[in-house]
C-alpha cells in the first residue's frame, strides 16, 4: 500500500496512550456523558450508556480501541473517532490514543490505520477471550507518509464511509452516476 521513502514508526512514538477505568457506580440514563465501551464501539454508537461522572475524559480527535473481546469477535481492535470535546468518558478495556504532532499526523488518518490492524488481530487465538495489552498496541508499526497525502487518503476514505454508511441514498446515487460515466 505505501511504497519506498515511506516513513515507519511504532505508535508509542506518534502517539500517547491512555486506559479506561470503570464506571458502574455512575451509569444512570440521565447522565450526560456516554460511556464508551466495546458494545458502544462494536455498534458505531447505536448502543449507549450514560455516566453522571466523566472519569476518563477523552478529546476531540482522539482515536478510542477495544482492548478485549470473545474469541473471534468482530470488536477486537475496533476503533472509535471522536468528534467532540465533553461528550465521552473512556471505560476499562478500552484505550485512547493522542496524537503527539498534528504537523506530522493527521489523527483521522491514524483512525483508518489502526481501526481492526491486522498487527493487532493477530493476537486473536480463535480460542480464548483476547486481552490486547498496552506494549502489544502501542509496538505496532504504522505508516507516516507526507501529511499532504495524509489528508488525501483521508479525504477518500471519508467520502467512502459516507457512501457506505448512507446505503439506501449513497450507494444507489453512486452506481447511477457510475452506469452513466460509463454510458458515454
Known amino acids: 500500500m505505501f511504497g519506498e521513502g515511506i516513513e515507519w514508526n511504532t505508535l508509542s512514538e506518534v502517539a500517547h496512550f491512555m486506559n479506561g477505568k470503570g464506571h458502574e457506580k455512575h451509569i444512570d440514563e440521565n447522565g450526560k456523558y456516554i460511556v464508551v465501551n466495546s458494545k458502544f464501539i462494536s455498534t458505531e454508537g447505536r448502543v449507549k450508556k450514560y455516566s453522571v461522572k466523566q472519569i476518563s475524559p477523552v478529546s476531540e480527535n482522539d482515536i478510542l480501541m477495544v482492548m478485549s473481546d470473545l474469541p473471534n469477535g468482530k470488536a477486537l481492535a475496533k476503533c472509535f473517532y471522536v468528534d467532540e470535546n465533553d461528550k465521552y468518558t473512556l471505560n476499562q478495556r478500552i ?62 476514505l471519508d467520502k467512502f464511509d459516507a457512501l457506505v454508511n448512507d446505503i439506501s441514498i449513497g450507494l444507489p446515487a453512486e452506481l447511477s452516476a457510475r452506469r452513466s460515466q460509463y454510458e458515454y
Open 95 to 156: 484505550c485512547a490514543l493522542t496524537v503527539k504532532n498534528n504537523e506530522k499526523l493527521n489523527a483521522k488518518f491514524l483512525f483508518y490505520i489502526l481501526n481492526r490492524n491486522k498487527q493487532l488481530l493477530r493476537y486473536d487465538s480463535g480460542a480464548d477471550q483476547t486481552n490486547l495489552r498496552k506494549d502489544d498496541i502501542l509496538e505496532i508499526k504504522i505508516p507516516v507518509p507526507p501529511i499532504a497525502e495524509q489528508e488525501r487518503i483521508v479525504k477518500i
